[in-house]
């Protein structure tokens, strides 16, 4: 948890709440590569039981699921939005999640910020977190 930037992201033990509670996971920015983090970190969290959505507007099908083309298109509720995609891309995705009525948590990988966007989805009451690994994480608090 301190190899983050983000002194604000929640801590471990709601981390480990957040893990525990939530079943839905749409993953904005999942790789068709299974070489890639952006496949390898859904494909542990479906093998640990999480139901993950594909969002991917370039994929028909992955990890035997159809691919969502974005957030807007996807109507089911979810309980988290972890994104995969660059800083300098990823604040309208932020946006979107937090437009979501279900109000899912937003998990920004390793690496990746959105300072200004987290900190409007924090003072909404939306559990966000950025530049952390979600496997790093999860297999901690294991």
């Given at each position: 948890?301190?190899?983050?930037s983000?002194?604000?992201?929640p801590?471990?033990?709601?981390l480990?709440?957040?893990?525990?509670?939530?079943?839905t996971?749409?993953?904005?920015?999942?790789?068709?590569?299974p070489?890639?983090?952006?496949?390898?970190?859904?494909?542990?969290?479906a093998a640990?039981?999480?139901?993950?959505?594909?969002?991917?507007?370039?994929?028909?099908?992955?990890?035997?699921?159809?691919?969502i083309?974005?957030?807007d298109?996807?109507?089911?509720p979810?309980?988290?939005?972890?994104?995969?995609?660059?800083?300098?891309q990823?604040?309208?995705?932020?946006?979107?999640?937090?437009e979501r009525?279900?109000?899912?948590?937003?998990w920004l990988?390793e690496?990746?910020t959105?300072?200004?966007?987290?900190?409007?989805?924090?003072?909404n009451g939306?559990?966000?977190?950025?530049?952390?690994?979600?496997?790093?994480?999860?297999?901690?608090?294991?």
């Amino acid at each position: 948890m301190d190899a983050s930037s983000d002194r604000d992201n929640p801590s471990a033990e709601e981390l480990d709440e957040l893990f525990h509670r939530m079943r839905t996971i749409a993953v904005v920015g999942i790789s068709r590569d299974p070489l890639k983090t952006a496949r390898r970190i859904p494909s542990y969290l479906a093998a640990k039981g999480y139901e993950i959505i594909p969002v991917n507007p370039v994929a028909s099908r992955i990890l035997g699921k159809d691919a969502i083309p974005s957030l807007d298109a996807l109507t089911d509720p979810v309980d988290m939005v972890l994104l995969f995609r660059p800083s300098n891309q990823v604040g309208a995705f932020v946006i979107q999640a937090t437009e979501r009525p279900e109000r899912p948590t937003i998990w920004l990988q390793e690496g990746i910020t959105a300072e200004t966007e987290i900190r409007a989805a924090r003072a909404n009451g939306i559990c966000a977190v950025q530049d952390l690994c979600s496997y790093k994480v999860h297999r901690a608090l294991q």
